[in-house]
């Protein structure tokens, strides 16, 4: 499950907190879409056409890392269902090339019909894109490219080390600068820095440090962000002086092409 907050946030609602210092109150939780079933699809990532409500998903096996089933529908056209090999990279990308025959239920009509079609082309699990052309031998539409246009996964990880380096450093202007238009939008600058320099200083347990931890992934939420979710490990100390460590998760929003600060919070 992705969590995240997400709402537009009233003015004098605003929270921001980690561990009562950097959450976002009035929030709305948005989860990545997937397929939990049983049988061996363990999760379904969709990659969605960036010129058309055109998609592709695919579910890896989990007893066989080099397969997958998948879908692809097409406007004005229909769905496509078979399986597809995979063949992955050092960087975690792709290939998925081949020919397969594949159910083709045309738009309109609920029973299948079998069909060859031909892929080529890469798929990011991590930064949800993809790059896939298609040739199919039957259908209204005989070849379709399907290009997402998300933010490499690969550009957030500087960001979110800019945005610990902030928090641990108290440096709450540059926090505000780097934030998503959502938080600037509901509280001003001034407020935000009095806002995390109060909680800060009067709540325990006390942030005393921030730290990433292992690799983050990108997920496309329901509500048409791309969300960088990084792990991280915050060091509290209770009001007693005892030090303890919590996991959590940053995140960082895709907002006019630049990975912009939204949340950092502790796991519940």
């Given at each position: ?43 379904l990532i ?99 490219r ?23 450093a108290q ?52 509500q ?10 915050f ?7 005892t030090?303890?460590?919590?996991n ?21």
């Amino acid at each position: 499950m992705f969590r995240f907050l997400f709402a537009p946030l009233a003015r004098a609602a605003i929270v921001v907190a980690v561990i009562g210092s950097l959450l976002l109150s009035n929030s709305v939780a948005a989860e990545q879409s997937g397929d939990q079933s049983a049988g061996n699809q363990p999760a379904l990532i969709i990659f969605q056409d960036a010129a058309s409500a055109a998609q592709f998903a695919i579910a890896p096996w989990a007893d066989e890392p080099n397969a997958g089933s998948f879908t692809l529908t097409l406007p004005g056209s229909g769905s496509y269902a078979g399986n597809v090999r995979l063949s992955f990279h050092a960087n975690l990308t792709a290939s998925v090339t081949g020919l397969y025959t594949a159910a083709y239920t045309p738009d309109g009509s609920d029973t299948p019909v079998p069909v060859v079609l031909h892929m080529a082309g890469t798929i990011d699990p991590v930064g949800i894109n993809a790059d896939l052309s298609f040739r199919l031998n039957s259908g209204p539409v005989r070849s379709y490219r399907l290009k997402t246009s998300h933010l490499s996964a690969a550009s957030a990880p500087p960001v979110a080390q800019q945005a610990t380096d902030a928090i641990n450093a108290q440096d709450w202007n540059t926090l505000y600068s780097m934030s998503w238009s959502i938080i600037q939008a509901s509280m001003t600058q001034t407020d935000f820095v009095q806002s995390l320099s109060d909680t800060w200083s009067n709540s325990y347990p006390r942030t005393v440090n921030m730290a990433l931890s292992g690799l983050g992934s990108v997920s496309a939420t329901p509500q048409g962000y791309d969300l960088y979710q990084q792990p991280i490990v915050f060091t509290m100390r209770a009001a007693d002086g005892t030090l303890s460590t919590v996991n959590g998760t940053l995140d960082l929003v895709s907002e006019n092409g630049q990975w912009r600060f939204g949340s950092a919070d502790p796991q519940s």
